[in-house]
């Protein structure tokens, strides 16, 4: 019996694996695209576990979705819908709250609120952000340039990088030199008095990274977070109509009305290999498949270390693979809830309860909150990024009833259990006890919330490695850190989305510009891929 | 005796007290000389809950006329360039109607009781011309506008509102109107392109649908909506606007402004084997001859609105952006634009939009390819699906 043969093989049904698919298909190439589970979408899922609730088990909120590949691929017409959702708020001890507006003259007199001179200090914030977020946009649709190569296009793109970094002047260029070193408490005491307002925005700078609010690093960590858009509202976020899976499964269907093939249920044993060429893969269900051209959407410690024979490797690419900093860090809780709950200190009706709520209240709770983790244990007082989608989106519960999304952070991937840290100390019992935590926090904004319960998924990084593929859970597939950003992601010297194996490429968020919904990996992979294939014409180059 | 002095300025419509109850952004805008919120919260906002869930907009302010009589159909068809003969009994249809230079006045929907009684709404004043126009037939024109009061009621969910509102409405298909309850009319229509209905009730009896409405959105995420939201999913559905994508012929004081239906895209909608009827025999010849221009559905490079920008064959200018927005939905930079004949009919290549976008006090020309779409930007099956789905 022959082996089935394709042009290229994409592992792992991801978001940015279905988007590599997709224009791979488009250029004409005949393309499969291999999923370990029963479902396609990866991190970006809804699923639905309690009757007449769907959650969106795993990311929750898109923004960073890049509108130039929703528009190309036509996403729209797969019936994909993106929702803004407006403000937010944190809600504090002694019933009072902070909320975000959208309303800019409404933000204003909130923050003055609780203190005058914050409301300009709120002004240069913002204006700072936003021009490093200018700064930086152009960047996530290109090739990030490798200062050590003399290749022209390096050059290039290292000319549009040292140019764009000139345009900034001096004064302005040493800000983002310090902005994409610095924590993110050190930037919000340079500018903020007001200690909850400081812990409302600083939640940006911490999500899905091992870090704390005052870790070197933190203050590109909320760059990163601020630099989506809806609609060309920058920093807007919004729901996927449906929830995220909405995103997975208009890019299948473009997929496949391209001519794409996607085999679900049976998962890679190993990439195959010969002469340092990749020649196909290995399921575990015994298929083989061959093409010249494999791409991985896994990150790039399961690809390197589980699936690739390291003797096709150089060994300073395992070393820089296994000191890849991939760290789980949160956990998730999705909740079915029998009808809204009680704010008790928020007007009735209020918008901002529309958005992203938050329980954390001063930036020295948030550094405790990490000191758990580095122990190995989740935060007592856990930072938690919490949304009720279904206040907006009608299809995710039945009428009068919602679904809540509860980003809980800390929690390690290797929890501490009478001295030893492993992630097999993820039990149900270990389970229920950080959900009761959580729940301990949650009552400080609604009392109620153990009474609204119908049911709830509790998900640890152990459960987001095991069933999504995510190494140690982390939500970004490798830390957004400067030394693993830009040129040196994943590692020094393959930022351009391939690999010691010829033919095998790293289409995931590992790669620049990494994770959050993105797609931008997965596009600008394909376009290495198919330039390489000489077929670089047939996509488009995106404005910068 | 002395007269009280007529109100200056906007006045309240039918809906006004709950329309002011919800305003918080207190954008009102002149619609026929009443109050009409332009936004009530915020646009954006505004504009997701009619893609999304369900919104109420206020269509009260429309001219509506009644045409009754034993000669309605007929001097209805004299006067419209569609053949209304075939709008069955409790249908509705979209009309347009001409000079005798074939060049339009208005557009509007045609509202059928009977083959001796209608309602046509519009945007114009047409009390007048209608009178006009119904010299010699067995026909009693009355102008209805201010005796009827009625909201846009879209969205998603917009079907499952009025089932909670316990108004069945599930067998009704697109274009269908009926009389659901006593002197409460819903039409299955809109200006979305998306699922929804029109609810149509004595002016006096405006407050209590509203009420009604309003309780039975709680749950499916009903929001009231203003024009600047309406404006983007309209310009999505591929839909046109009066003074706008067309300058309605009797209301402009300049020369040449008017455009036919052909030229507006809509020569489908000129039915010459029904008979005479206004403007005929210069639709025909234009039929015969070839138009003048063109208004055609764009989707443009780049994400800057291009609301007025002119459009460029090579170096050549051959015609505007008559409305152009961003479209959230689609994600896609799209506009109607009127271009000069041939192009947008036989040339359709190579054409260019100059966008002037304001970067804090300095104008940056942008030029972007422009790409002609013979389809609505937003299609979606749940608008025609009946029954409707729950969202």
Known sequence: ?544 | MTHEAVPIGLIPGPFHPRLEALSRAKGWMDWAGYMSPSVLDTAEFEYFAIRNQATLFDISPMHKYRITGPDALAMINRVVTRDVSRIGDGRVGYVMWCDEEGMLIDDGTLFRFSETDFRLCCQERMFLWLLDAAWGFDVTVTDESDAVAAVALQGPTAYSVLRDAGLDVGQMKPFDWHEVETDLWISRTGFTGDLGYEIWVPWDAALPLWDRLWAAGNHWGLRAIGFDALHIARIEAGFIAAGMDFQPVHAAMRLHRGRTPIELGFGRMVHFDKGHFNGRRALLKQRDGGQRYALVKIDLGGFKPAQDALIYHRKREVGHVTSGVWSPTTKRNIALAELKAPYGISRTDDLMAEIYVNQEGRWDRRLVSVTIQDKPFFINARARTTPPAAF
Not at chain 1, 180 to 193: C, R, V
């Open chain 1, 1 to 544: 019996m022959g082996v089935a043969s394709y042009d290229a093989i994409i592992v792992g049904a991801g978001h940015n694996g279905l988007t590599t698919g997709c224009y791979l298909a488009k250029a004409g190439l005949k393309t499969l695209i291999v999923e370990k589970n029963d479902w396609i979408g990866g991190a970006a899922v809804s699923r639905s576990l309690h009757d007449g609730w769907t959650y969106s088990n795993c990311s929750y909120v898109c923004s960073l979705l890049r509108r130039e590949i929703v528009r190309d691929l036509e996403l729209p017409r797969f019936g994909l819908q993106v929702i803004p959702y407006e403000g937010g708020a944190t809600f504090t001890e002694d019933n009072d709250y902070f909320a975000y507006m959208s309303d800019h003259n409404a933000l204003e007199r909130e923050i003055a609120r609780h203190s005058p001179r914050d409301v300009d200090a709120y002004a240069r914030f913002s204006q700072t952000v936003m021009r490093q977020c200018r700064f930086i946009r152009p960047f996530l649709l290109r090739h990030a340039p490798d200062p050590t190569s003399l290749h022209p296009r390096d050059l290039g793109e290292l000319a549009f990088l040292v140019k764009k970094a000139h345009g900034l002047g001096a004064k302005e260029l040493g800000e983002t030199i310090r902005f994409w070193t610095m924590s993110i408490g050190d930037f919000l005491d340079e500018h903020f008095e007001s200690d909850l307002i400081k812990a409302h925005l600083a939640g940006s700078g911490i999500i899905g990274t091992g870090l704390g609010v005052y870790s070197p690093g933190t203050a590109y960590v909320l760059l990163h977070h601020y630099m989506g858009d809806v609609d060309g509202a920058i920093g807007a976020w919004g729901f996927a109509r449906g929830g995220m899976g909405s995103i997975s499964k208009a890019l299948g269907m473009a997929f496949e009305e391209a001519g794409g093939e996607i085999r679900t249920g049976s998962g890679i044993d190993s990439f195959r290999v010969k002469d340092g060429k990749v020649v196909g893969v290995a399921l575990e269900n015994g298929d083989t498949f061959d093409a010249p051209i494999v791409a991985s959407n896994m990150d790039i410690k399961r690809t390197f270390q589980r699936h690739v024979d390291p003797i096709h490797v150089p060994d300073d690419f395992t070393k820089a693979v296994n000191r890849f900093k991939i760290r789980g860090s949160s956990a998730k809780l999705n909740i079915a809830l029998d009808r809204l709950p009680e704010f008790p200190a928020a007007p009735k009706d209020a918008p901002f309860l529309r958005g992203d709520l938050h329980c954390s209240t001063s930036l020295a709770e948030l550094e405790r909150g990490y000191d758990d983790w580095k122990d190995g244990r989740w935060s007592s007082e856990p930072y938690f990024d919490m949304l009720i989608p279904s206040q907006i989106d009608p299809t995710m519960a039945p009428p009068g009833k919602h679904m809540m999304t509860v980003f809980v952070q800390y929690a390690p991937y290797d929890l501490e259990r009478g001295g030893v840290r492993s992630g097999q100390n993820w039990t149900d019992e270990t389970r229920t006890a950080l959900a009761n935590c959580v729940y301990d926090k949650m009552e400080q904004a609604m009392p109620d919330i153990r009474q609204r319960i119908v049911h709830a998924e509790v998900r640890t990084p152990l459960d987001i490695e095991n069933e999504v593929g995510l190494t140690e859970g982390n939500i970004f597939q490798g830390e957004l850190t400067f030394d693993q950003l830009l040129f040196n992601r994943p590692v020094p010297g393959y930022s351009d989305y391939s690999t010691p194996v010829e033919g095998l490429f790293m289409v995931g968020s590992s790669s620049h510009p990494g994770g959050g919904v993105m797609a931008a990996p997965g596009a600008n992979a394909a376009r290495e891929i198919l330039r390489r294939a000489g077929k670089g014409k047939s996509m488009p180059r995106f404005a910068a």
